[in-house]
């Protein structure tokens, strides 16, 4: 076992003012199992890339190990899988990625078709395991969930508790607790490592919250009472100094010195005071340093008389001949919360178009109320360029009421004024969440909204969408999203 050590560590990109770490401090065991959380845009995939020697910074980061980092970059995905799994790890022998895989539960005929034929899961899971047979790495496995569906994300998390030594950022709740043993966080003001998963470390946060923000009750009345006294202290001090000059025509000639010490000594309990109100101040600042604000966010949905949304009725979906899926049959009514679960491949994606009137080739009957209006968010973020006052332009809301949204979901304000090209992925689909939240819909239509989005504000997601109960249909593979909010499944 060795160890990687970040001393002093300080970054922050060229052309910016605000360093992304400053003077950071810790070790890391290599063999750890090591979950990686923390809010969008808060520096998770920038050390990463630190660890992997790609910018330039301050400290020093000393270990022995190699790194290794998925997604890993493949330069052409026509060659043979079994071709390029030699590419990844040109020393381990066929057999080897067999085994791997078989404890993936991957068919091993994808060894010898072209990588790009290969699902996204597929690619994922081959990879990754090619990547663990090389000597001497550590692997740096950078939100693997985002292309697997739910059975996927079962198998890569038994297949990693089966490994060691590598650092897994992750914002599915269940996934992390499968195949973590410890949990490194970046909140507001440092950054933080606990032995144990998700779980044990979020249960540790609330206490640690709790008692934070009980002290700050403490303290608030603390400062009142010295901010008063500090007040009544510095007026007796000013009304003794004054009586060093008497009162006109009273005849009466006082003790200067005297007084004047006795106002220099009331002046310095006066300042005395004050430093401790200013110390109490700091101390409350650092008390608070890490509690996340988790503002309630709130929907502007229209409240609509109709009952029944849309009808699905023995519709199946068809590309090229090829049949996607057959004969599904549902309804989607007001007050629904409707989960599309299933496989990757299996049409979940080309339903919610369906759904939302887009032209996709089907059989069957798609019945919709002629007065419904959908809010829809896409799985793709790609395609987001610009301003956030034109993206709010061009949907149709408020550039304010869009901005609120977002700084509820952890971003700051001084990301508004940046091209959406520099946003993060996880900060564009928030983007695409705020957006679709502000827009005055019946019906909420998500294809996968939860991909690169940070645990805490899934939870502010959830916590909306139970409180303002709106009819939605959506896909995603967090689970525990989906225990939480569903009220209906369809199982493609």
């Known amino acids: 076992m060795s160890q990687i ?25 290599t063999d750890w199992k090591l979950g990686f959380t923390g809010r969008n845009g808060r520096g998770k995939t920038t050390f990463l890339n630190l660890l992997l020697g790609k910018h330039v910074y301050s400290g020093r980061i000393d270990t022995s190990v190699n790194f290794e980092y998925f997604p890993y970059d493949v330069r052409d995905e026509r060659v043979m899988t079994m071709t390029l799994l030699h590419e990844v790890c040109p020393t381990a022998d066929d057999w080897e990625f067999m085994k791997e895989l078989s404890l993936l539960e991957v068919d091993l005929a994808v060894l010898y078709r072209a990588f790009e034929t290969l699902s996204k899961g597929e690619q994922t899971k081959v990879l990754i395991a090619a990547m663990f047979l090389k000597q001497n790495a550590f692997m740096l496995i950078d939100e693997p969930t985002n292309h697997l569906d739910a059975a996927g994300r079962l198998k890569l998390g038994a297949y990693l508790k089966r490994k060691r030594g590598y650092i897994l ?25 606990q032995k144990g998963n998700f779980s044990s470390w979020w249960r540790n946060k609330a206490l640690q919250d709790q008692y934070e923000r009980a002290s700050n009750e403490r303290l608030k009345g603390e400062i009142v009472r010295l901010t008063t006294a500090a007040a009544r202290t510095t007026g007796w001090s000013n009304a003794v100094e004054q009586t060093k000059y008497g009162t006109r025509n009273s005849g009466l000639r006082p003790d200067r010195g005297f007084i004047g010490h006795k106002s220099a000594k009331m002046m310095k309990r006066a300042k005395s005071i004050e430093a401790r109100r200013q110390n109490d101040i700091e101390s409350k600042a650092k008390l608070l340093k890490n509690i996340e604000t988790n503002e309630p966010l709130k929907l502007i949905d229209v409240k609509a008389d109709i009952h029944q949304f849309i009808r699905i009725a023995e519709v199946s979906v068809a590309y090229d001949d090829r049949e996607i899926f057959s004969n599904i049959s549902f309804e989607v009514n007001r007050g629904d919360r409707i989960a599309i679960i299933g496989k990757n491949g299996s049409g979940k994606s080309s339903l919610l178009k369906l759904m939302k009137g887009d032209k996709v080739p089907h059989q069957g009957l798609v019945t919709m109320h002629s007065q419904l209006i959908i809010s ?16 709010a332009e061009t949907i149709g809301v408020a550039e304010h009421l869009l901005n609120a949204m977002l700084n ?16 993060s992925a996880g900060q564009k689909k928030k983007v695409l969440i705020a957006g679709s939240l502000c827009q005055r819909a019946h019906l909420y239509i998500w294809d996968e909204p939860l991909n690169f989005i940070d645990v805490i504000s899934r939870m502010q997601i959830e916590a909306l969408l139970l409180e303002e109960k709106p009819t939605i249909v959506f896909v995603e593979h967090d689970s525990a999203f989906c225990e939480t909010i569903a009220t209906k499944t369809i199982a493609l």
């Open 5 to 29: 050590n970040v001393k002093n560590l300080t970054f922050a990109y060229e052309g910016t003012y605000e360093n992304i770490f400053e003077n950071v401090n810790f070790q890391i065991d």
């Open 169 to 193: 950022v992750s914002h599915d709740r269940y996934f992390l607790d499968r195949c973590i043993d410890h949990l490194l966080s970046i909140n507001k003001t440092n950054i933080d490592i």
């Open 376 to 391: 829809y968010v896409s799985q793709h973020t790609e395609w987001l360029c610009g301003s956030l006052a034109n993206y």
């Open 408 to 423: 509820k979901l952890g971003i700051e304000s001084k990301q508004f004024e940046k091209s959406l090209e520099t946003f």
